[in-house]
C-alpha cells in the first residue's frame, strides 16, 4: 500500500502552480498537489487541531485527518512520533510531504520513517518538498524538490557506523555497487571505473575477519582492500555520490595497512597478527579475536623452538598442553623458569576460554557471559603482547 504523509499548519497558504517532473497542478494546499502527482493509495493529514479547523476546507473525505500536538515539549513530539508509527502498517510504501510541516516536524517525519523502514520493513518512496520561496516570478510555478539524497545519506552513516564500529561491511559494499550499477545505467553520466571492486574487497575482508582466515586476511585480503580503497578515490573525486566513501577511506586505510605484511608465519608476520586481534576487538569480534590468538602462540612458540609452526602445529598443541598441565603438579611447577610460567598461565586461560566459547558452555562449569566476554578480550591483549616480545624473552623450549 502506497501511503502519502503531509503536514497542514496554521498558516496562510497562497494559491500557485507546483510544478514535478513536466506535471502542473494548482491549490493552496500541496498534499493536494501531491496527491495528483504520486497517486498514493491513501493520504494522511497530520495536523493539529487549529490548523484542522482553520483548513478544513482542505480536509475532503479523499484525505485521513489525524490529530497531532503542536510538538512544543520533548513529550509532545514523541507523541508525534507515536501518531507517526501506529498508522503504517508492514510493509507499506511512503511519500513524504514536509511543505506545510512547521518546527521540528520535518525532521521528526524522517525520523520516524526511517524507523519504520527497519521494523515495519516500510519503503519510503519520495520525501517531497513544495519550494514556495523558489518560484519562478514570471511563470508563478513552484518547483517540487525530492529529498531522497537525505535519507541516502542516512543509509550512509548507518552503513559506515556499522562497518567501523563492527567490521559489518554488507549494507556499505551493497551501497557503493548501487553508485556503480547507477552510473552505468544512467545516460551519459559519469561512470564509476573501481566501485564494484571496492565492495568486493570490502565484503571478503568481513567474511575473512568473521571466519578467522587468518593467512588469507593478511597475505591477500587486506593487501587486496587496500589497493582497491586507493583506487577508488578516484571515483569519489568525480562522483559525488560517492563522497560518503571518501571520508571512510583514510580511516580505514590506516587500520587495515598493519595487516598486510610478511608471511603469518614469521616474527614479522606476528607483529600483523597482533594488530589483527586488535581489529577483531575495535568489531568486538571476541570469538574470533580468541581463536587467532590461540593459533599466533603455537606459531610464536614454534618459532622460539627454531620449528616450523605449519608442519608441526599438533605436536606443538600437545607441548603447549604438556606445560599447561604442569601447573597443576608443583614439583614440575617449581621447575619452571618465569617465561615457563607465563606461557603455561598463558596457555591454560586461553584454551579454556576457547573451549567454553566453542563449545557454547555445554560443559560442567561454564563461565558466565559476563565475565568470559570480560576475561576474553583481556586474555588476547595479554596474547597480543606476548606473541610480539623480544625473542630474548623467549620461553625455554625444554618443556617439550
Same mark, same amino acid.
Given at each position: ?142 518547483? &517540487? ?14 552503513? &559506515? ?124 569480534? &571476541? ?114
Amino acid at each position: 500500500m502506497r501511503i502519502q504523509i503531509s503536514f497542514l499548519g496554521a498558516g496562510d497558504y497562497q494559491r500557485c502552480r507546483y510544478q514535478y517532473n513536466g506535471q502542473i497542478y494548482e491549490t493552496p494546499y500541496f498534499h493536494e498537489a501531491a496527491q495528483h502527482f504520486f497517486g498514493p493509495d491513501r493520504v494522511l493529514i497530520l495536523c493539529t487541531p487549529e490548523a484542522a479547523q482553520k483548513h478544513s476546507a482542505a480536509l475532503s473525505d479523499s484525505f485521513e485527518a489525524i490529530s497531532i500536538p503542536s510538538g512544543k515539549t520533548e513529550e509532545e513530539l514523541w507523541e508525534l512520533f507515536t501518531v507517526l508509527t501506529e498508522h503504517v502498517p508492514e510493509g507499506a510504501t511512503l511519500i513524504v510531504d514536509v511543505t506545510h510541516s512547521f518546527r521540528t516536524q520535518p525532521m521528526l517525519a524522517l525520523a520516524a520513517a526511517y524507523f519504520l523502514r527497519t521494523v515495519r520493513s516500510v519503503q519510503i518512496e519520495h520525501i517531497v518538498y513544495g519550494a514556495f520561496e523558489a518560484r519562478d516570478a514570471a511563470t508563478g510555478e513552484v518547483p &517540487v524538490f525530492d529529498l531522497m539524497p537525505f535519507v541516502q545519506l542516512i543509509n550512509w552513516s548507518v552503513a &559506515v557506523h556499522q562497518f567501523v564500529h563492527y567490521g559489518q561491511s554488507k549494507d556499505l559494499a551493497d551501497l557503493i555497487k548501487d553508485v556503480h550499477k547507477t552510473t552505468y545505467l544512467t545516460p551519459n553520466a559519469k561512470r564509476a571505473k573501481f566501485a564494484a571492486k571496492a565492495a568486493s574487497s570490502l565484503k571478503r575482508f568481513a567474511q575473512g575477519l568473521q571466519l578467522v582466515r587468518i593467512q588469507q586476511v593478511h597475505q591477500e585480503l587486506a593487501p587486496q582492500l587496500l589497493e582497491a580503497l586507493d583506487k577508488v578515490q578516484q571515483d569519489v573525486q568525480t562522483l559525488p555520490s560517492l563522497r560518503p566513501l571518501g571520508v571512510l577511506l583514510d580511516q580505514t586505510q590506516k587500520r587495515i595497512r598493519p595487516l598486510g605484511a610478511a608471511h603469518p608465519f614469521t616474527r614479522e608476520g606476528l607483529k600483523s597478527q597482533a594488530a589483527l586481534i586488535q581489529l577483531m576487538l575495535d568489531f568486538d569480534l &571476541v570469538q574470533q579475536a580468541v581463536t587467532t590468538a590461540r593459533e599466533a602462540v603455537v606459531t610464536r612458540y614454534a618459532l622460539d623452538r627454531g620449528e616450523n609452526p605449519c608442519e608441526k602445529r599438533e605436536a606443538l598443541e600437545r607441548c603447549l598442553g604438556a606445560l599447561s598441565r604442569g601447573l597443576q603438579d608443583k614439583n614440575q611447577c617449581d621447575q619452571y623458569s618465569a617465561e615457563e610460567r607465563e606461557l603455561a598461565e598463558l596457555w591454560n586461560t586461553l584454551s579454556n576460554i576457547r573451549n567454553d566459547i566453542n563449545h557454547g558452555g555445554m560443559r560442567p562449569h561454564p563461565i558466565a557471559e559476563d565475565k568470559l566476554y570480560k576475561n576474553a578480550r583481556e586474555v588476547v591483549q595479554k596474547t597480543a603482547a606476548w606473541i610480539t616480545r623480544q625473542a630474548d624473552e623467549a620461553a625455554s623450549p625444554s618443556s617439550g
